[in-house]
Antibody, heavy 124, light 107 residues
């Protein structure tokens, strides 16, 4: 079964750190980019970060750049999101999602597999 | 970044109704547009990619259309399991921005 499983969330004080993990199974992990998307309580989906299949390229939204670091260990089929200097506004459910390519000639990309999410709460 | 704007933000409808949700991109994205469904407390699920192609296993009552900047998700006959929040997302460039969501509620 193709799946992603997040872990590492929890309660942390402002200024603290957490490391989220996204473990994959059922597909060739090193061929897939992985994205992190978060959802604050009662709010919509917010794109946070991404890493290419070989780990050579990454992206961060402005509000987390310099505080979050995305990485991956393809030998362990796992992507990590190291979060530091956490702020109350980082409170959210964090999802990892697999980027898939559909079609050959006129291909399109979409997130076809999502993890169940892990809750991060930043509060004193 | 490309901004995605959905309308309406919420709607109330009855089982059997035809429902239409629109999504507008701040610049042309060709047909690099995806739609997701999210039920309460669950991760999003992919419905449509490439603006109009149904993902595997998605019922045919769902359809998508549009190109350029204006897109539409239509549910031809709303079913009880369709009450959820729907998001559009552009896949034209990174960041893969989402619309703010449209909540479909029971009338």
């Amino acid at each position: 079964e193709v799946q992603l499983v997040e872990s590492g969330g929890g309660l942390v004080q402002p200024g603290g750190s957490l490391r989220l993990s996204c473990s994959a199974s059922g597909f060739t992990f090193s061929n897939s980019a992985v994205h992190w998307v978060r959802q604050a309580p009662g709010k919509g989906l917010e794109y946070v970060s991404a890493i290419t299949g070989n780990g050579g390229s990454s992206y961060y939204r402005d509000s987390v750049r310099g505080r979050f670091t995305i990485s991956r260990d393809n030998s362990k089929n796992t992507v990590f999101l190291q979060m530091s200097s956490l702020r109350p506004e980082d409170t959210a459910v964090y999802y990892c999602a697999k980027d898939s390519i559909f079609g050959v000639v006129d291909s399109r990309r979409a997130f076809d597999i999502w993890g169940q999410g892990t809750m991060v709460t930043v509060s004193s | 970044d490309i901004q995605m704007t959905q309308s309406p933000s919420s709607l109330s409808a009855s089982v059997g109704d035809r429902v239409t949700i629109t999504c507008r991109a701040s610049q042309s994205i060709s047909n690099y547009l995806n739609w997701y469904q999210q039920k309460a407390g669950k991760a999003p699920n992919l419905l449509i990619y490439g603006a109009s192609t149904l993902h595997s296993g998605v019922p045919s009552r769902f359809s998508g259309s549009g190109s350029g900047t204006d897109f539409t998700l239509t549910i031809s006959s709303l079913q009880p399991e369709d009450f959820a929040t729907y998001y559009c997302q552009q896949s034209y460039t990174t960041p893969r921005t989402f619309g703010q969501g449209t909540k479909v509620e029971i009338k």
